[in-house]
């Protein structure tokens, strides 16, 4: 077996819950190493990581105030193996938030 390294880019400005990390592909797991996620706006914001899995969201990340140019970086592994898992990022105010996570498939 061998590792794909990829990543994904995101930027949220909403508060409603938006996908940052993708699902794999069929017969692909995803291994998520590291997700930085920077407040580009000039007001802070709340944010949360949420996995994703069968439509339910468990919270694997919360910090109460992420101030104006802040980044924190989340450290993983999480693993995403179906195509129903994702991890999103919720918002406690709209914003601009950039979201840069590395990942590798294995298939």
Known sequence: MSFIPGGQETTV?????TT???APAAST??????????????SA???ELQLVKNGTPYVIYTNA????EE????????????TDETIQLDADAAG???VVA???DRS
Do not use: E, H, K, W
């Open 102 to 104: 590395a990942y590798a």
């Open 45 to 47: 914001i709340g944010v």
């Open 71 to 82: 980044s924190v970086n989340v450290a993983g592994p999480f693993v995403l193996d179906a």
């Open 20 to 22: 940052v990390v993708s």
């Open 13 to 17: 400005s909403t508060t409603a819950a």
């Open 65 to 68: 105030t992420l101030a104006a």
């Open 29 to 42: 797991q995803r291994l998520v190493r590291n997700i930085r996620i920077t407040n580009t706006g000039m």
């Open 96 to 98: 601009d938030i950039d």
